[in-house]
């Protein structure tokens, strides 16, 4: 099994540029978030998915969109990328319980920088 | 909103145990209370993760009280390799708001 696989690893984009992240899960798994962490901070939850089809805004959404075609996958688009998005963004997955999702599975994490 | 608060850094020495504590006063009635520990340029790692009373696995334990309005891990015996990052999790909007906080970072010293 990989797990969580998220693409690429670096990026640099100029501003205004776009992009998107990949994040693939191979677990079966219903629930997938992403988050950014910026340098000695914590996680920000920036969008979820409770499966295909349904996705939902976290706690820093804006400039950034997602889609959840297939319970693999959930891409990230930066739409119009700018340099307070410098950042490590991490995927996770988990199966979802009775009461919220199980162990959270994260990715590698992907480093973007924006100049 | 289920905001979790936790001390900003701890400090402790090899072998010691080490207890992490963790407020969150608005915490939803069917809501987990998870932990991760983080190293510098890895993702998140689960560690426990409870809903009541006590909750023991070959890592850590985690301690609720009964109002669950607080929440405790506890580290026997660390070691150097403890060095981390440690976030107490509680989920909003149904457990899938998965909401991080600001971590306790613990240093353990030889």
């Known amino acids: 099994n990989a797990g969580v696989t998220q693409t690429p690893k670096f990026q640099v984009l100029k501003t205004g540029q776009s992009m998107t992240l990949q994040c693939a899960q191979d677990?079966?798994?219903?629930?997938m978030s992403w988050y950014r962490q910026d340098p000695g901070m914590g996680l920000r939850l920036i969008h979820y998915?409770?499966?295909?089809?349904?996705?939902d805004q976290g706690e820093v959404p804006n400039g950034y969109n997602v889609s959840r075609s297939t319970t693999e996958d959930f891409p990230l688009r930066l739409l119009s990328a700018a340099p307070s998005q410098t950042s490590v963004y991490f995927c996770?997955?988990?199966?979802?319980?009775?009461?919220?999702?199980?162990?959270?599975?994260f990715g590698e994490g992907s480093r973007l920088t924006v100049l | 909103l289920a905001k979790t608060t936790q001390p900003i850094s701890m400090d402790s020495y090899e072998g010691q145990e080490v207890n992490i504590t963790c407020s969150h006063n608005?915490?939803?009635?069917?809501?987990?209370i998870t932990w991760y520990q983080q190293f510098p340029s890895q993702g998140p790692r689960f560690i426990i993760q409870?809903?009541?009373t006590k909750v023991t696995n070959e890592v850590a334990s985690l301690f609720i009280p009964a109002d669950r309005k607080s929440s405790t891990l506890s580290l026997p015996r660390v070691s150097l390799s403890d060095t981390a990052v440690y976030y107490c999790?509680?989920?909003?909007?149904?457990?899938?708001?998965?909401?991080f906080g600001a971590g306790t970072r613990l240093f353990v010293k030889a």
């Open positions: 996770a997955s988990s199966y979802v319980g009775e009461r919220g999702t199980g162990e959270l599975f």
């Open positions: 677990m079966n798994h219903e629930y």
């Open positions: 998915s409770v499966g295909a089809g349904i996705t």
């Open positions: 608005n915490i939803a009635t069917n809501d987990y």
């Open positions: 409870g809903y009541k």
């Open positions: 999790l509680v989920g909003e909007d149904g457990g899938f708001k998965t909401i």
